[in-house]
């Protein structure tokens, strides 16, 4: 056999005529059949690099969250060292696609063997059958020390469908410097906390000292309505009564709650721009770090504070309450879904990213709440203002057991939806409390009918 | 030109019958026949698995009921009844045409403008060209998050400079009234810079001795461009048309940051309603229902568009 390389290799048609750099041109066959090759490979790559693929390798979407991301390549770093022949692959995928990508995937069966989701996602998931029972996997009482309201999202016909990985909630900041013009001492206790009817009083004496507006509310986008939820459980109302399908709202206690959040608006103690559907991730906090508001209500995420505007010109105390006192659940949940080719190697890396101390790393750096219980802000040992940090976690327990129930369930997004509509509606001065009673509650039928 | 006078074009004699003879003598064998299709293949073949097929299983999904993962149901035409007595849908359907209306014609006419422009000789022109055009390649998302600080009622730039100039500031994002108005606003900066760059192309392909000959006969400077330019851009305004209508009723990402579709329901459109139907609400039988009707909307659209431009090509 002849080796063909180099000069001696006879020119490969001789008769083409060559192209303008001397170089033998492409044939138009040549072409179609190098366009062929490459689609085909383009869709069998395609076909190979999603979702779960070898037994030994497995693939894990998490969010764009830049204290997370680094947290969670070390964890995979260690864990491909532990179990030499196991690829752990990363995938970003941003939060606000996570839906629309997910379920797709799911329903091609690509999706990747663990993502790592908001707990809000988490109910619709495990109860149509798109993450898997990991709760073999794990050793005995493994979800004992976590918080009983993000156990009730994970853990389902006695199987468990995700683990946990940090928590948050909301409690009320404040601007020092205003409070003190105004002349009103920070409770700093969460049974004495203060009434709604105070800090509305504290909220317009703010608007007087600002020249602006009095508060700001957290609202991030369309779907953040959820976020006014603890108004209506502190005001004693509910999104359900006790059946789960006939909505409450329309209650006495849903309307007080309702006209008290609108009359906020009304008044302009806060902004149009932070309504639920025109506000950005940042409206209340640039509300905030401009003085153009004295308080806000928002989640544990002060480390953007630092560097903005001093420690000393800001604080935070405890969420105010009414009839009782009541907050919102959020944070992240490791899920294994049912795309995974290996659900066992899968759970057993997810029980190993999952150990109390590899939590508390993480929540150390991103400045979130362990999920677990009896965990102070020392224990955890945050780096910044700690002290802050233990009054959401002592907050956290003020979850309503219900509402982690509602949001536990398939159709919390379409509720999270509605509210974002009608609250909308209501906080523009388009629809009084009753209407947007109503509206939610015939949104509620549907949803749950 | 005067109706009476009949102008025959001089037309070149057919070349077979001074050239050299057809080859007749070539044999049109099968591969002949086949050739054309095999060249059609791979586009077909695009079309079938990436638009057709999809096209079909979407109609198939609008009759059903149920999320995409578990159980589905056949509903038959339920979804689309639903939709008639829905009157978010009524609502998106109204914000998608006046969005539309509004954006397609005010984009088409500003980039006429703008090319207009820059088809004369000028200082700084391939800049300016460049600096239009570029919003056209920066992301939705990205634009919107832009915007949305632009148009900030309170801490955004639009009303601190009206501030600083003693203007009253606008509610842009905040009253149900502007909101449609900003968005508008918005797109407009995205797309007339991708009309310019086209009608600019189109202008510069229009021969000189059409616009001399015109001049010649006393046309002023409107009436070239009236019966002479516009005829002339008449392809690629037929283009634009049919492209930004399609741009206009596909606009998600842009809104979705910067409106979320408030305030209220006053800039949700019809393809924003698909989406949280969809993915929010998980209900991908009526999202589907959804989005055959906005297909429906746009081939509607398109042949109605082509129709009328045919005949004008007869009467032309």
Redesign the interface.
């Given at each position: 056999m002849v080796p063909v390389h180099g000069s001696t290799a006879p020119p490969a048609r001789a008769t083409r005529p060559p192209s303008r750099t001397g170089r033998p041109g492409p044939t138009r066959r040549g072409l179609l059949r190098a366009?062929a090759g490459g689609a085909t490979a383009a869709l069998l790559g395609a076909g190979c690099s999603a979702g779960g693929g070898d037994r030994d390798h497995i693939t894990w979407a998490i969010g764009l969250d830049p204290v997370g991301g680094p947290h969670f390549q070390r964890i995979a770093r260690e864990f491909m060292d532990r179990n030499p022949g196991v690829t752990i692959e990363l995938t970003p995928v941003p939060n606000g696609d996570l839906?629309?990508w997910l379920?797709?995937r799911?329903?091609a069966d690509r999706a990747p063997d663990i993502v790592n989701m908001g707990v809000s996602a988490v109910g619709?998931?495990t109860t149509?059958?798109?993450t898997v029972d990991i709760g073999d996997q794990l050793p005995d009482g493994f979800l004992d020390d976590y918080q009983p309201s993000l156990r009730a999202l994970v853990e389902k016909d006695g199987g468990v469908f995700g683990i946990p990985q940090e928590t948050n909630c909301a409690a009320t900041y404040y601007r020092t410097d205003i409070l003190r013009r105004i002349g009103v001492e920070p409770r700093n206790d969460l049974e004495r906390a203060w009434t709604a009817e105070e800090i509305r009083e504290i909220a317009v004496e703010a608007k007087r000292v600002t020249g602006?507006?009095g508060l700001s509310w957290g609202y991030i986008?369309?779907?953040s309505g959820n976020r006014w939820l603890p108004v209506l459980y502190m005001f004693g109302g509910s999104l359900f009564r006790e059946d789960g399908r006939t909505p409450a709202i329309g209650d006495p206690e849903g309307i007080e709650a309702l006209e008290w959040t609108r009359r906020l608006y009304a008044d302009e103690l806060i902004?149009?721009?932070n309504?639920?559907?025109?506000s950005?991730e940042d409206?209340a906090f640039?509300?905030f770090t401009?003085g153009?508001v004295g308080l806000m209500i928002h989640e544990s995420q002060f480390r953007s504070l630092k560097d903005v505007i001093p420690d000393e010109d800001w604080s935070v105390d405890h969420l105010f309450r009414e009839r009782g006192a009541a907050t919102n659940l959020s944070g992240s949940v490791n899920v294994v879904t049912r795309s995974s080719r290996n659900p066992e190697l899968a759970a057993e890396f997810l029980a190993f990213a999952s150990t109390p101390e590899r939590i508390l790393a993480r929540v150390r750096d991103s400045g979130a709440i362990a999920p677990y219980t009896g965990v102070t802000a020392r224990d955890v040992g945050y780096a910044y203002r700690p002290d802050l940090v233990q009054r959401f976690i002592d907050q956290l327990s003020t979850v309503p057991p219900q509402m982690a129930r509602e949001q536990a369930g398939?159709?919390y997004?379409?509720i999270?939806?509605l509210l974002?509509?009608f609250l909308?509606?209501m906080f523009?001065g388009?629809a009084s409390a009753r209407e947007t009673a109503d509206a939610i509650a015939e949104g509620l039928r549907n949803?749950r009918n | 030109m005067s109706g009476t006078e009949t102008v025959t074009p001089s037309r070149p004699a057919p070349a077979a019958a001074t050239g050299p003879a057809p080859r007749t003598g070539r044999r049109r064998g099968p591969t002949g026949t086949r050739a054309p299709y095999l060249f059609l293949t791979?586009s077909l073949v695009l079309f079938g698995v990436f638009s057709l097929f999809p096209i079909v299983a979407a109609v198939l999904m609008s009759t059903q009921q149920g999320?995409?993962?578990?159980q589905t149901e056949y509903v038959g035409g339920d979804n689309y009844q639903r939709m008639v007595d829905d009157p978010l849908f009524w609502t998106a359907l109204r914000n998608t045409l006046v969005f539309t209306a509004a954006t397609v014609p005010l984009s088409m006419v500003i980039g006429l403008l703008l090319a207009l422009m820059l088809n004369r000789p000028m200082p700084g022109r391939a800049l300016l060209r460049t600096v239009f055009f570029t919003p056209m390649v920066v992301s939705g998302v990205g634009v919107g998050?832009v915007m949305?600080w632009i148009f900030?009622?309170?801490?955004g730039v639009l009303n601190n400079a009206l501030a600083t100039a003693g203007l009253p500031r606008g509610?842009w994002?905040?009253?149900?009234d502007m909101g449609m108005v900003t968005v508008v606003l918005a797109v407009l900066w995205t797309r007339v810079g991708f009309c310019m760059v086209l009608y600019l192309a189109a202008l510069q392909s229009i021969p000189h001795s059409l616009l001399e000959a015109a001049s010649l006969d006393g046309a002023g400077a409107w009436q070239r461009f009236r019966h002479v330019v516009v005829p002339q851009l008449s392809p690629t305004t037929f283009f634009l048309l049919v492209v930004n209508v399609v741009f206009s009723l596909q606009a998600f990402d842009l809104l979705y940051v910067l409106?979320?579709?408030?305030?209220?329901?006053a800039t949700t459109v019809l393809i924003q309603y698909i989406?949280?139907s969809?993915?929010?609400?998980?209900e991908m039988g009526y999202a589907s229902a959804l989005g055959v009707v906005s297909t429906l909307l746009l081939i509607t659209f398109t042949l109605l568009r082509w129709y009328l431009g045919r005949n004008d090509e007869d009467n032309r």
């Open positions: 366009a839906n629309a379920v797709t799911l329903a619709r998931y149509n059958g798109g602006a507006y986008n369309e779907s902004p149009a721009s309504t639920v559907k025109a950005q409206t640039s509300l401009t153009q398939p159709d997004q379409a999270r939806q974002g509509d909308d509606l523009i388009s949803v | 791979p999320a995409v993962l578990g998050m949305a900030n009622g309170d801490y509610e994002l905040t009253s149900p409106t979320g579709g408030g305030p209220g329901f989406y949280r969809a993915f929010a609400n998980g």
